[in-house]
């Protein structure tokens, strides 16, 4: 019932910055937390950031300080600052309905490719 499509990947330098965009379409209102994943090459998916219905984030000790994360009605974003090469990973769009039982989130985007150069 939901649909997620990411995009603003691509290919940045150390030090640059990046903004990742998620659309979200179909039962929009059903929708609870949303949060981004990355999954680097030979790695599991590990959360990057997550934002709550009412707006509370949390973020990877990895990215604080440098990664924002956002959302409106139908869309989610995420601000990424002093990139690193170790960030170079392909970055998913994720949300959680709000009438599931169960832990995890139930809706994943495609993903966005973003590569970091050193």
């Known amino acids: 019932q939901v649909q997620l499509v990411e995009s603003g990947g691509g290919l940045v330098e150390a030090g640059g910055s990046l903004r990742l965009s998620c659309a979200a379409s179909g039962s929009i209102f059903s929708i609870d937390a949303m949060g981004w994943y990355r999954q680097a090459p030979g790695k599991p998916r590990e959360l990057v950031a997550g934002i709550t219905r009412g707006g509370i984030t949390n973020y990877a000790d990895s990215v604080k300080g440098r990664f924002i994360i956002s959302r409106a009605v139908a869309k989610m974003y995420l601000q990424m600052n002093s990139l690193k090469p170790e960030g170079t990973a392909v970055y998913y769009c994720?949300?959680?309905?709000?009438?599931?039982?169960?832990?995890?989130?139930?809706?994943w985007g495609q993903g966005t490719q973003v590569t970091v150069s050193s």
């Open positions: 994720a949300a959680d309905s709000r009438t599931s039982m169960t832990p995890g989130y139930d809706y």
